[in-house]
């Protein structure tokens, strides 16, 4: 939300990157980075053929991995899992009250949410689209909720525009909408349209525009009746003797555009931020657990590999557990072990997939959680679910899109915070974090200090099993390491989000793994499966 | 959706309003009409000081009667209800399997839906400023879930745009706003803006237009990822080696002006279509169900009022219950009944309402319910929610915004039918009317005919508590008749979203009998109390 881009900071830029994470520049900047667009999903993977007692290796129990063990045990192959963490799901993961987490360094946090209330600290909310996603969700029972991306009544918010005073999303959208018709509008009866558009076509324009954009019958948007019914009423209708409503007055184009509160007026069109959008119910970890309840017994938990080789005879992991070393053998290996970690690991690949392994930065994120003893955003604010935008390094505020109206405490998400201040965050204790979530965010809403109950924190860089938040692709990387990355080499192939076009994403790691999956058996009946 | 304003018929002006339903042509003539605009709501009417054994009895327990009977039984009044129906809630009011109804003329219907599966012939969404049934859901427990009124990936059809082929609400939407962007940044660049934008605005008007917009680096839309990320991909991102996008080719201006989808576009725009809005889970009569827990004993149903007479000693109301005659006494009376049958009951009013009840006319509706074998609009077009929209009679089709992903048999509501298509459909057998929106509905949904299982129509016109939707105000008749329905007449005052500016809302129902509660109980505490 600065004025003027040419005087904008790498620091700046970031921060306004950050403003819109989930909105419109987010977007665009993830967009270039290769993000961000439908699923190609067209149905479970299909693996025909007997694989002949062929075993499968997988490294990693996220979304990638189990999808690939669940299909490949389909398929009649021997698999094992080996996973870091104690629980499924990886990135997929909720902080429900009563877990602890350790972060790299060693800060310890208890969370102290109440029972029912949680934050997920990866993926939180599922684009209609991602196909592989809701169907493995169908497939296996997990219940989905609407996930609310965008509420009109939720506030933007930037530290100069409007005297650093939030103002309603709505207000914010008609206003904008209202000023562009008026002024095309005015354009197209002053002619400026002629060569462009039929005579004809500029009489729906216009046309279209009254009814779009809310102008009166002279086509300006203006305080009435027309824009009201967009903005809101300055006195809003009611019951019996004194219902009469009165109108509200527009801010002006000027205040508009110079606050830069449009900026995060497209969120909510970007593809993957279209309604219908989804949680599931209780938390993103749901659907870890759903997978996980299909690999009983498949999946080695607190396995921490230390040495991928393989020769002509098979793949051989080395890996710690229980206080030991251990080697598992399989016929083949996945391994969906995010590069920032695996980049550490010593692997028996060919030099160009060794290369590029190294090469893939991870996006460095922070999201708070932060407990509140009411759910003030509702009682005072009728604020229900859906996210307000600041230019504040906490980005953003989304509140929760399920139990509207519990009594009790409530759980936000305090702040998403990406870029240049995600270091920063991510350098600061987890207590130092949450207090800045609270200090930041009551500028937004002045309840927060008073109602703040408890918070929780995670730095994406200091996630022990990720050691950053998704593998951060432009077109130049992906132009000169991805085919490599893509590629089977010998008993070993790699997938998980940062093998797919839509990183960050869980519908990438699926369809990473399904594709993984594919070809590899495609090899193994080739070449006649076992070693 | 008719290409040519001048030419339309009554008609067809009345189905282009059908069309958008809840969308923005609908909404703006209920605006004209005086409809559609936010709650007052301050909280609870506080009727203080005790009214010393004042009796009032309580004509409909709708959720107007039941507000009423609720607030002044808590204020201390001797408090009846007389209802006409066998349940509470009146318009508020869910059709679930096992249910039965017979409309006027004797036409019974037998629900057969499955268990779970419902229809709210009437209000069916709530908005989330509409305070005062929000509160009244939180103060008595009725749990709220989302109601997914825009889905991106929804429906609009029109029988001559695009050939007649739906297109999805996303590619509509993105290219209209494209479109509108590229022209308006066209505008500016020749200088077109200079007398109504300064140069400095103009700037950040253009660098807005990119961002909103989806405007490629010269300002265009056109095919390329900025577009393909709001309209979507030709060939959506994948993983692994085939997972690279295509983009996708917009529309032309003259394609998306002709087609008049645009029509539909601005309906979640409309202050009260704005996210977040509600519905109760299980059905709207959870509410009224809620209501009439708080009352028990109070309410007499399949009470019939015949006759309603006050002189200086109190309210005499006749009534038919259990085969029999009735009179109920009070010193006080709210009339919730609507205009529509209040206007066939003798009444001792005074001629300037006498006359005024006999004035506003009633709108006509018909919903009808479909129960599919599947829900196909998820399995197989990711419609989940939300609601297409259509110039056929039917107006719309409405996914249910719960339950997804639920194996076995799904309810659509298969048409929301206005205007002179509402009596054309009123004077149909429920089975044609449900025949109709099936054929109709399969223009859109190809499905429709092998998977339609059964269905429930209900015609406003023809139910027996209404004889019609809603009181259908506009500007004129509101000047001339309003403050009058306004007054208490004597010792009866009248109450309902009738005598609100939110008409057709449970809202202005509920701030309407608030409303008169107030003013009776001010004139009972200065009259002192009893006859």
Not at 104 to 133: E, K, M, S
Not at 281 to 292: H, L
Not at 331 to 351: A, E, K, N
């Amino acid at each position: 939300m600065q004025h003027h881009r040419g005087s904008m900071t790498r620091r700046q830029l970031l921060a306004r990157i950050g403003l819109t994470a989930g909105g419109a520049m987010m977007y665009q900047a993830m967009s270039s980075l290769g993000m961000a667009a439908e699923s190609d999903w067209k149905g479970p993977a299909k693996l025909e053929g007997n694989p002949g007692g062929a075993s499968v290796l997988i490294l990693g129990a996220g979304l990638a991995g189990m999808t690939a063990a669940y299909e490949m045990r389909k398929a009649g192959y021997k698999v094992k899992v080996l996973e870091f963490n104690s629980r499924p799901g990886g990135r997929n993961w909720t902080l429900h009250g009563g877990d602890s987490y350790t972060e790299l360094g060693g800060a310890t946090q208890h969370c102290g949410f109440d029972q029912g209330l949680y934050l997920n600290p990866g993926p939180w909310r599922i684009p209609h689209h991602h196909r592989a996603v809701l169907s493995y969700c169908k497939q296996f029972g997990v219940a989905l909720e609407s996930f609310v991306q965008v509420n009109y009544n939720a506030l933007l918010h930037s530290q100069k525009g409007f005297g650093g005073k939030p103002q309603r999303f709505r207000d914010i959208d008609a206003d904008y909408k209202g000023h562009v018709a008026e002024l095309l509008a005015k354009s197209t009866r002053q002619r400026a349209l002629d060569q462009l558009v039929s005579k004809e076509d500029q009489e729906i324009l216009l046309e279209s525009l009254r009814n779009w954009g809310a102008l009166d019958h002279d086509f300006g948007y203006v305080k009435g009746r027309e824009s009201s019914e967009r903005r809101g009423f300055a006195k809003y209708p009611g019951g019996g003797v004194s219902g009469a409503p009165e109108f509200s007055e527009p801010f002006t184009t000027s205040d508009i555009l110079r606050s830069r509160l449009w900026t995060a007026l497209a969120a909510g069109n970007n593809y993957e931020m279209q309604t219908t959008m989804f949680q599931p119910v209780g938390g993103m970890d749901q659907i870890g657990k759903a997978f996980a309840r299909q690999l009983e017994g498949v999946i080695e938990y607190q396995a921490k590999v230390t040495r991928i080789d393989q020769d002509d005879a098979g793949v051989s992991v080395s890996y710690q557990a229980g206080g030991g070393e251990h080697v598992a053998k399989a016929d083949w290996c996945i391994c969906t072990i995010p590069l920032s970690v695996l980049s550490r690991i010593p692997i028996t690949v060919g030099d160009a997939m060794n290369e590029a392994i190294g090469k893939l930065p991870y996006a460095a994120s922070v999201k708070m959680g932060l407990q509140f003893k009411r759910r003030f955003w509702e009682e005072d604010e009728a604020i229900y679910g859906g996210i307000s935008y600041t230019d504040l390094p906490i980005t953003l505020i989304s509140y929760p899109s399920t139990g509207y109206h519990s009594p009790g405490k409530g759980v936000l998400l305090g702040g998403y915070v990406w870029g240049l201040e995600a270091y920063e965050f991510t350098s600061m204790s987890p207590a130092e974090r949450v207090r800045k979530a609270v200090e930041y965010g009551a500028q937004l809403h002045p309840q927060y200090p008073r109602e703040f109950d408890n918070g929780i924190a995670v730095g994406w860089h200091r996630v022990p099993f990720t050691h950053g938040c998704f593998g951060q692709w432009n077109e130049e990387l992906r132009s000169q390491y991805y085919s490599t990355l893509c590629q089977i080499d010998g008993r070993i192939a790699l997938a998980g989000e940062h093998i797919s076009y839509i990183p960050a994403w869980q519908e990438g790691a699926i369809l990473s793994a399904l594709d993984v999956a594919g070809r590899l058996h495609h090899k193994v009946m080739a070449t006649g499966g076992r070693a």
